[in-house]
Structure formats: structure tokens, C-alpha cells
């Protein structure tokens, strides 16, 4: 199984390194490559990472723990760089108006990914043929 490498875009610092199977669609679906396009269940394209609650990283679980499991925002442990949130109250709507499995997520332009067995050049080879 692949690791995925998660950095914040803002500061570079490595705030995660997850399994590729706790990248999750709007219903809950594990996402099969993050360099692809991925689209919601309407067609448009996605702009967060679901992620599993289960695999999330030990700042992820300390900031949801210091939310007292509702609501907030998830920061950059090192810059403050807002890169997504949880929402354990409401959850999030898909387009298709279902509730949402995923309660965490990740804001795609707020952070940079990779795989981690794979070498820069790999994956700039990869996104070029995208």
C-alpha cells in the first residue's frame, strides 16, 4: 500500500504521512490516485481530500480532541496556515445533497502531496502525462 506525503503549502513543514486508503470522495469511497482529477458525484471537480478519522495524524487528533469533537479548523501546527477543518456537528453536503461520510478534510490548495515511494522525478513524469 502506498504512503502519501502531506505538506503544508504555505511553510513546507511534513504535517502527515497517511495511507493512500484513508484519502476518502464526499461518500466516504477510498480515492484511487492523487494525482488524478478527482470529481464529485455531480461531475465538478473537487477541491479537499476527504480523510478516514480513523488514520488521521496525531496533530489532526489532538486539534479535533482540543475541539472537544465538533467543530474548527485545522492548522498548520508550525505557520497557523488554515488547511481544513472538522465538522463532527453537521458534517458537509455532497452535490447530490447525501450527507457526507468523511467528517475531515483537507484543502487542496492549502497543501502539497506525494506519494512517498515514488521519487521527484516519478512524479513529475506522472503529472506531465496527466
Not at 474548527?72 to 505557520?79: G, I, Q, S, T
Request: with cysteine; net charge neutral; hydrophobic share 30%.
Amino acid at each position: 500500500m502506498s504512503d502519501i506525503i502531506v505538506k503544508c503549502r504555505q511553510c513546507r513543514r511534513l504535517i502527515a504521512k497517511q495511507p493512500l486508503s484513508s484519502f476518502l470522495t464526499a461518500h466516504g469511497q477510498p480515492v484511487a490516485d492523487i494525482y488524478g482529477c478527482s470529481l464529485t458525484c455531480v461531475g465538478k471537480l473537487e477541491d479537499v481530500w476527504y480523510l478516514d478519522e480513523l488514520t488521521m495524524s496525531d496533530w489532526m487528533r489532538t486539534a479535533v480532541e482540543e475541539g472537544n469533537f465538533l467543530k474548527d479548523k485545522l492548522k498548520c501546527p508550525n505557520c497557523s496556515t488554515n488547511l481544513g477543518a472538522f465538522d463532527y456537528v453537521s458534517g458537509h453536503k455532497c452535490p447530490c445533497k447525501q450527507q457526507c461520510v468523511p467528517f475531515i478534510h483537507l484543502v487542496k490548495s492549502k497543501i502539497d502531496i506525494q506519494y512517498a515511494n515514488r521519487s521527484p522525478e516519478n512524479t513529475s513524469e506522472h503529472a506531465e502525462q496527466s
